[in-house]
């Protein structure tokens, strides 16, 4: 946080332009930061290189047996027997599937794979069991023939590959050919209970070579084959590989874990928890108001002032703001600090305006008339933001 603070306060045109912008509407009930707030954590960064697992990914499989010897094991918990050739992680049938040693909840996950050409009645059948328990099918079903016919000519629907196996079948259709790969992107959110209540069913949401498959669909419980099944009380679970019969191949696997969509409990939504926002505004309203005691910028003071009002207002700080307000009035037509700065008295005059338009400040508040009384700069042009 003081890191921010530093960057406000001393920073030249570039990272003023970008950190400085005035945040929007304010904190609510179920909104513990502003609109655009920049006392929001920022992301963490994340290398994504073309063609290549991203930075924070655990790669399950890299072509090598190195790989599987640390990541993969058979259903007993000895080693596997599926072999690894040409950088391919190939089933071995009639040995059972394989599983990761960790477990998994929340993630995201690549794996290719493709149906052996010489199959014919076996159709390349595998899965991709997420937790163990959610199965996306795999399987040739790239000569779907439409017919109502009970001998079909094609799996059902809900056991084609890119179905959720026995749930819901696939939106399209965009399979391969055997002997051509082809991948999953999953993204998978695992059921949340609060003791004995199913709280939410969890979702899948599958890309099938680029194509959107599965959108965000709920789970009616882990699937199974020609029945319907409860959800587990699991929490989490391994990543688990079907031995069908068939030597499918696979490789490219990687998995990044990726945060419950239930644990934002700050920032509204379903899952939004009104202790903890105050909580966190309470939080906030310390941290802005200790930036304020250590600037010596008026515009900056007065900006976390209100910061620190709108997380949590507290009547004991309108002398303060008061105070604060008729520094930057002074400092205004003195054209000094951060209103010296075209660029920073652009903010500075947006943030006037927001209070205003939000009705925390009143409409004739001398800030409000000193900033108004001014010729606003022009907005300064650049190729690009950070070349300002």
Same mark, same amino acid.
């Given at each position: 946080?003081? +890191?921010?603070?530093?960057?406000?306060?001393? @920073?030249?045109?570039?990272?003023? !332009?970008?950190?400085?912008?005035?945040?929007?509407?304010?904190?609510?009930?179920?909104? %513990?930061?502003?609109?655009?707030?920049?006392? &929001?954590?920022?992301?963490? /960064?994340?290398?994504?290189?073309?063609?290549?697992?991203?930075?924070?990914?655990?790669?399950?499989?890299?072509?090598?047996?190195?790989?599987? +010897?640390?990541?993969?094991?058979?259903?007993?918990?000895?080693?596997?027997?599926?072999?690894?050739?040409?950088?391919?992680?190939?089933?071995?049938?009639?040995?059972?599937?394989?599983?990761?040693?960790?477990?998994? @909840?929340?993630? *995201?996950?690549?794996?290719?794979?493709?149906?052996?050409?010489?199959? &014919?009645?076996? =159709?390349?059948?595998?899965?991709?069991?997420?937790?163990?328990?959610?199965?996306?099918?795999?399987?040739?079903?790239? %000569?779907?023939?439409?017919?109502?016919?009970?001998?079909?000519?094609?799996?059902?629907?809900?056991?084609?590959?890119?179905?959720?196996?026995?749930?819901?079948?696939?939106?399209?259709?965009?399979?391969?050919?055997?002997?051509? =790969?082809?991948?999953?992107?999953?993204?998978?959110?695992?059921?949340?209970?609060?003791?004995?209540?199913?709280?939410?069913?969890?979702?899948?949401?599958?890309?099938?070579?680029?194509?959107?498959?599965?959108?965000?669909?709920?789970? *009616?419980?882990?699937?199974?084959?020609? &029945?319907?099944?409860?959800?587990?009380?699991?929490?989490?679970?391994?990543?688990?590989?079907?031995?069908?019969?068939?030597?499918?191949?696979? +490789?490219?696997?990687?998995?990044?874990?990726?945060?419950? &969509?239930? %644990?934002?409990?700050?920032?509204?939504?379903?899952?939004?928890?009104?202790?903890?926002?105050? !909580?966190?505004?309470?939080?906030?309203?310390?941290?802005?108001? @200790?930036?304020?005691? #250590?600037?010596?910028?008026?515009?900056?003071?007065?900006?976390?002032?209100?910061?620190?009002?709108?997380? #949590?207002?507290?009547?004991?700080?309108?002398?303060?703001?008061?105070?604060?307000?008729?520094?930057?009035?002074?400092?205004?037509? @003195?054209? /000094?600090?951060?209103?010296?700065?075209?660029?920073?008295? +652009?903010?500075?005059?947006?943030?006037?305006?927001?209070?205003?338009?939000?009705?925390?400040?009143?409409?004739?508040?001398?800030?409000?008339?000193?900033?108004?009384?001014?010729?606003?700069?022009?907005?300064?042009?650049?190729?690009?933001?950070?070349?300002?």
């Amino acid at each position: 946080m003081k +890191r921010k603070t530093c960057l406000l306060a001393f @920073a030249g045109f570039a990272a003023f !332009a970008v950190c400085a912008e005035p945040s929007g509407d304010r904190p609510d009930e179920t909104h %513990a930061w502003a609109v655009h707030d920049v006392n &929001r954590p920022d992301p963490v /960064k994340v290398d994504a290189p073309a063609g290549k697992p991203p930075s924070d990914a655990l790669v399950l499989f890299d072509g090598t047996l190195e790989s599987v +010897r640390k990541n993969w094991t058979a259903g007993d918990g000895k080693p596997t027997k599926w072999t690894v050739k040409d950088g391919e992680f190939i089933c071995t049938p009639g040995s059972g599937g394989v599983a990761t040693k960790e477990s998994f @909840a929340d993630c *995201q996950l690549h794996i290719e794979w493709k149906t052996p050409v010489d199959d &014919r009645y076996g =159709w390349g059948n595998s899965g991709v069991f997420l937790m163990g328990k959610y199965e996306i099918q795999i399987l040739d079903s790239s %000569a779907v023939q439409l017919s109502s016919s009970p001998w079909k000519p094609a799996n059902y629907a809900d056991g084609q590959a890119g179905a959720v196996y026995g749930e819901n079948p696939p939106l399209v259709q965009p399979c391969r050919k055997p002997g051509e =790969w082809q991948s999953y992107d999953i993204v998978f959110h695992p059921p949340v209970w609060e003791g004995k209540r199913l709280v939410d069913s969890g979702s899948v949401t599958v890309f099938f070579n680029g194509v959107l498959v599965q959108d965000d669909f709920p789970f *009616q419980g882990h699937t199974g084959w020609c &029945r319907r099944c409860p959800h587990p009380k699991a929490t989490k679970g391994p990543l688990a590989l079907q031995d069908h019969g068939h030597p499918v191949p696979f +490789r490219n696997i990687w998995i990044r874990r990726i945060p419950s &969509r239930c %644990a934002d409990t700050v920032n509204g939504g379903p899952w939004v928890k009104r202790g903890d926002v105050a !909580a966190l505004r309470h939080k906030l309203a310390k941290e802005s108001l @200790a930036f304020a005691d #250590e600037t010596k910028d008026p515009a900056e003071r007065f900006i976390r002032l209100w910061e620190s009002f709108c997380y #949590e207002p507290d009547e004991a700080l309108r002398k303060r703001l008061d105070e604060s307000g008729a520094a930057c009035v002074e400092a205004v037509k @003195a054209a /000094k600090g951060s209103f010296a700065d075209p660029v920073r008295f +652009r903010a500075f005059k947006r943030f006037v305006d927001m209070l205003v338009a939000s009705g925390w400040l009143p409409k004739d508040a001398p800030v409000k008339k000193a900033v108004d009384a001014q010729k606003t700069p022009p907005k300064p042009t650049a190729p690009h933001l950070r070349d300002l």
